[in-house]
Nanobody
Framework: QVQLVESGGGLVQAGGSLRLSCAAS????????MGWYRQAPGKQRELVAV???????NYADSVKGRFTISRDNAKNVVTLQMNSLKPEDTAVYYC?????????WGQGTQVTVSS
């Protein structure tokens, strides 16, 4: 069982920055992908960014050029640097980790961007 512990998030004004981090523990499996998803009220959960063990990244079009995902494979930590935040980025952000047999989720952290 993979456990994901998220940190970061909070309230920020439009144009500001936030940094989310997520640490994975208690796994004997190699974590292939780590990433971030978000869910705004009344909307479906959507991909924000994902990174492979080899460092290949994929971003939602809405965050390209503003968000950067990075990963420390030795520590199983994934970080999402969010710059130029917009009110439409407001959501609960969830960390995700996938192994060959597991798909784990964090508890979620709230990001609120005020206009």
């Amino acid at each position: 069982q993979v456990q994901l512990v998220e940190s970061g998030g909070g309230l920020v004004q439009a144009g500001g920055s936030l940094r989310l981090s997520c640490a994975a523990s208690r796994t004997s499996f190699r974590i292939n992908y780590m990433g971030w998803y978000r869910q705004a009220p009344g909307k479906q959960r959507e991909l924000v960014a994902v990174i492979s063990g080899g460092g290949i990244t994929n971003y939602a079009d809405s965050v390209k050029g503003r968000f950067t995902i990075s990963r420390d494979n030795a520590k199983n930590v994934v970080t999402l640097q969010m710059n130029s935040l917009k009110p439409e980025d407001t959501a609960v952000y969830y960390c995700n980790a996938r192994t060959s047999v597991l798909n784990a989720w964090g508890q979620g952290t709230q990001v609120t961007v005020s206009s």
